[in-house]
């Protein structure tokens, strides 16, 4: 068995800096991380079954434990050996530089010497570059190790003078035993850039500082959420997905598989424009406000460039979404890896619903400016001229007249003509929107007088309570209650929603349940006034995540792990979402 074997997933933390993020394994190993982006290939791809690890390992017994700093991706895994307590403080140097990984670890010793392993064997391109023209020398008065690994250029600092070279399979790898005496720490500095790194080392203590400052601004307390705590939390994870350009990824990570040998394996290193809308509209109810503006700032930029031809995800700078591959690498168990992703080939409505949702939020809370209130023209006009059309919809399937999908643009219309524009324009919208209804409703209600997800499919779905929720009908429309109810007898189970009944199987051995769907459920039933029934709700789902807090796509109920790509940005946005709204009665929103 390989030294670096997978954990389940509910057990590793992620550090990130907005520019890419890194995934912490218990044993103290980092086994992924892209560089310099979100996007690129991974240089430590263990988590995958490819080569490339980083890792501070107790050099005894231990059994593990680890906490964030509050209010930032600081991480510190904790170990309790025979000896006494060791610690590793983990960051990325906070905020990213877009062309830079400043990767932080520093060793503390607590009641007594802490003895670690260290090994840094980092491999470009998934593994196909190991380090080369590894040279160890003095710069700037620090000890330092450089050198090579494909394109990229590599710096190694810190207490690194005891590292020793050694070869296998032709690449270089670097390794150390590190003994800390009592009371004492020791720090390391990774640095992994595009370009030639001729500056001198950062001091660790000034990167620490400056690290700890940017989080404290970036994310401060949240007043008037309920779990105030687990609320700045999803914030601060969000912020952690979030470039410098506004774009949030949906997820640190490719191909983590839904569910074992069922092919649902994917790769969520971009950003989704719906992803993009739960994140701001969350941040807007929290008073996150620095979130939201980076949503509108991304979603404009998007609008402004495409128009109707609006995609549904892009890389964070905007570009498109590569196409998808296989990789040549065992995988995470269960799956298989690969990257892109062939949402660049759908058309989805409800992205064009969504974005005017969004501005509509800012628009409320008076953070427009004449973009803005322009990209709102141009998603409505879209609007206009596409919805008859079929598109793949909010879970990317088949292309049909989805309901979801036309009813959000609806929902869409009216916030946008309350807070987005002014007369005559805003009857215009609201007259679009009526429309949108009046003819979903002519073609896709149910004859119990629910929605139903299509015009050709009866089916229920969780996207159907959403529209009730976001305004496209109102709160007491004898279709909302129905749908709600049917919902709840029929694609419900312990406390956990799932998307919809893929075949005749329980609804469990067909997928994990689906945490957004969750939240949703303890919105919808707010909406409703069973306060009561949204906080069991919301606690029962807020309780679904792993060791370090972090949330991915489903969790299996029967095993009580995570499944999928980890951390899922919607999933943490509904959280803080929910946090905000809970807080005060529907009504008052």
Request: aromatic fraction near 8%; hydrophobic fraction near 40%.
């Amino acid at each position: 068995m390989p030294k670096f074997h997978p954990h389940v997933l509910r057990d590793y933390a992620l550090i990130a800096d907005g520019e890419r993020g890194a995934v912490v394994s218990p044993r103290g190993d980092i086994v992924w991380l892209c560089a310099p982006r979100w996007d690129c290939d991974a240089v430590f791809a263990t988590l995958i079954g490819g080569a490339g690890v980083y890792a501070v390992t107790p050099a005894h017994t231990f059994v593990w434990g680890g906490y964030y700093e509050e209010g930032t991706l600081i991480w510190r895994s904790r170990w309790i050996t025979v000896s006494g307590l060791t610690e590793c403080r983990e960051a990325l140097a906070f905020p990213g530089d877009r062309e830079r990984v400043v990767l932080l670890r520093r060793i503390i010793a607590r009641d007594c010497p802490a003895e670690v392993e260290v090994t840094l064997d980092l491999r470009a391109g998934f593994g196909k570059h190991g380090l080369r023209t590894v040279k160890h020398h003095d710069q700037g008065g620090r000890d330092v190790w450089t050198g090579r690994a494909g394109d990229l250029h590599v710096r190694w600092s810190g207490e690194v003078s005891g590292a020793r070279v050694r070869r296998a399979g032709g690449v270089s790898v670097l390794a150390m035993k590190l003994t800390v005496p009592a009371g004492q720490s020791r720090d390391i500095v990774l640095e992994v850039s595009a370009e030639p790194l001729r500056d001198v080392p950062g001091e660790p203590d000034q990167l620490w500082r400056a690290t700890e400052d940017r989080w404290a601004d970036a994310a401060p307390p949240l007043d008037a959420v309920v779990a105030p705590r687990d609320a700045r939390q999803a914030q601060v994870v969000l912020r952690g997905l979030t470039s410098s350009g506004g774009g949030m990824v949906a997820a640190a990570t490719t191909s983590l598989p839904e569910r074992a040998e069922e092919g649902r394996n994917y790769d969520y290193r971009y950003a989704w424009i719906r992803d993009q809308v739960y994140a701001g509209r969350a941040a807007a109810a929290a008073g996150a406000f620095p979130l939201l503006d980076d949503a509108v700032r991304f979603i404009c930029g998007r609008l402004h460039e495409d128009g109707p031809k609006l995609a549904p995800a892009y890389t964070v700078d905007g570009g498109r979404v590569p196409d998808q591959r296989d990789l040549d690498l065992p995988g995470y168990p269960g799956g298989f890896d690969l990257v892109g992703n062939w949402v660049n080939k759908q058309f989805q409505l409800d992205a064009l619903g969504e974005s005017l949702l969004l501005l509509a939020a800012a628009g409320s809370q008076d953070r427009l400016d004449s973009d803005s209130r322009k990209a709102a023209e141009i998603a409505a006009d879209a609007i206009a001229r596409r919805w008859r059309e079929p598109d793949a919809g909010i879970w990317e399937i088949d292309n049909q007249a989805w309901t979801h999908s036309r009813l959000i643009c609806a929902a869409g219309l009216r916030a946008a003509a309350r807070h987005c524009t002014t007369e005559p324009q805003a009857s215009g919208w609201s007259a679009l929107a009526d429309a949108i209804v009046a003819d979903t409703a002519a073609n896709a209600v149910h004859p119990t007088g629910r929605w139903q997800r299509s015009p050709g499919d009866p089916e229920l779905d969780a996207a159907l309570l959403m529209p009730a929720i976001r305004g496209a009908v109102p709160a007491d429309d004898p279709r909302t209650a129905e749908t709600l109810r049917a919902y709840l007898a029929e694609l419900t189970q312990d406390g956990y929603a799932y998307r919809f009944r893929h075949d005749q199987r329980p609804l469990d051995e067909a997928e994990g349940a689906f945490l957004l769907c969750g939240f949703v459920v303890a919105l919808a039933l707010q909406q409703q006034g069973q306060d009561l029934e949204a906080a069991r709700w919301f606690e029962r789902n807020r309780a679904a995540f792993g060791s370090p807090g972090l949330y991915a796509e489903e969790y299996d109920v029967a095993e009580r792990q995570l499944r999928g790509n980890l951390p899922q940005a919607f999933v943490h946005a509904m959280v803080l979402e929910c946090a905000a709204r809970l807080a005060a009665p529907w009504h008052d929103q």
